[in-house]
């Protein structure tokens, strides 16, 4: 079994993975200012909660598009399992052929989604990752990884209106059940769910009719 950490803007994701199926995932608020020593207690906590000795791992693997965390995570990941971290970035061989403009730019959580999503699914194949930006990868009928598009997501839309207009506030993001809205929550709930929506089928279209052919569509995030 593998401890394999996943780390976004808003959560630290700590899954066990067995013969390539996650079998458990716990997930926890990504906090810059936590120790490695808190994230391993807490990923401890969850695990043994679960049954699952974290000592006993057969190894551990990170993923992170925060920075700050990134070390963190990988300190308490070896601590817990007593195993090397590997981090998922410049020099791991993943076997993904990255065929944009500066291929070490492409942040983890692309190549992540992109080698499972090679795995499991037929090509050409379209990822969407919705997380505080929506992060859509493409890959084409060869397994290529040719490019995406990352646009903001429900929560960074919700936080842009609350703070950006005087008038408007935070609202839980949840679809109002109509698109004509009666009341200024219920409008900004809209927007932002239909909003989001209706711009992934308008980039969906647009990545379609440049591969020209339809692309298999894997969404996942939190």
Do not use: W
């Not at 969850?46 to 000592?55: I, N, P, S, T, Y």
């Not at 990170?62 to 070896?78: G, I, M, Q, Y």
């Not at 059940?177 to 279209?205: E, H, P, Q, W």
Request: aromatic share 2%; with cysteine; net charge negative.
């Amino acid at each position: 079994m593998i401890l394999a950490v996943d780390v976004s803007n808003n959560h630290v994701a700590a899954g066990l993975m067995e013969d390539g199926a996650l079998v458990h995932v716990s997930h926890m608020s990504s906090v810059k200012s936590r120790t490695a020593d808190e994230y391993a207690v807490l990923m401890d906590l969850m695990a043994r909660h679960h049954g699952v000795d974290l000592g006993g791992m057969e190894g551990c693997i990170v993923s992170s598009v925060v920075p700050e965390l990134t070390a963190v995570l990988c300190a308490a990941a070896e601590k817990l399992t007593g195993k090397r971290a590997m981090l998922v970035g410049k020099g791991l061989k993943t076997g993904l052929n990255i065929r944009i403009d500066e291929p070490g730019e492409l942040a983890s959580d692309f190549v992540a989604v992109a080698v499972s999503a090679l795995e499991r699914y037929p090509l050409p194949c379209v990822t969407v990752n919705m997380d505080t930006a929506v992060a859509i990868g493409v890959l084409d009928k060869k397994g290529s990884y040719i490019g995406g598009v990352i646009s903001p997501g429900v929560m960074a839309s919700q936080i842009a209106l609350s703070r950006g207009a005087s008038r408007l506030y935070s609202v839980t993001p949840k679809a109002p059940g109509r698109v004509i809205a009666k009341n200024t929550a219920d409008s900004m709930k809209g927007g932002i769910i239909y909003g989001t929506a209706a711009m992934l089928d308008g980039l969906l279209a647009g990545i379609d009719g440049e591969l020209g052919e339809t692309a298999n569509v894997v969404a996942t995030g939190e």
